[in-house]
């Protein structure tokens, strides 16, 4: 049996990690570009990666926020695919994973 209440605790501790941290990649992002253009050109590399930072955020973010509500729904740790039971260990690793071992694969 899976202890939800511990998952849902888990979850949103992540969930308001991500938040706080896409908030401070968005006011980077949003800051004015340097005058000089050599300055401006590392400005924009650093950039990238800060986008692709919040991109793998907000996918989590969003797959945290899907397994809140099936938490909500009374089907946290059955595989959406399939209706099996989504592993102990591997919701140790991924809590917020919505397939089983088999389905993933």
Known sequence: MVDVALYKARLE???????????????????PAPADSEERAQEREGDEVLEDLGNAGLNELRAIEAA???????????????????SAQRLEVVPHAPLCQNCAK
């Not at 501790?13 to 800051?31: M, P, S, T, V, Y």
């Not at 909500?72 to 039971?85: M, S």
């Open 13 to 31: 501790a992540r969930k308001n990690e991500l938040e706080g941290r896409l908030e401070g990649i968005e006011h980077d992002l949003d800051q």
């Open 68 to 86: 809140l509500k099936r938490i909500e729904a009374g089907t946290f740790g059955e595989c959406v695919n399939c209706g099996e039971d989504i």
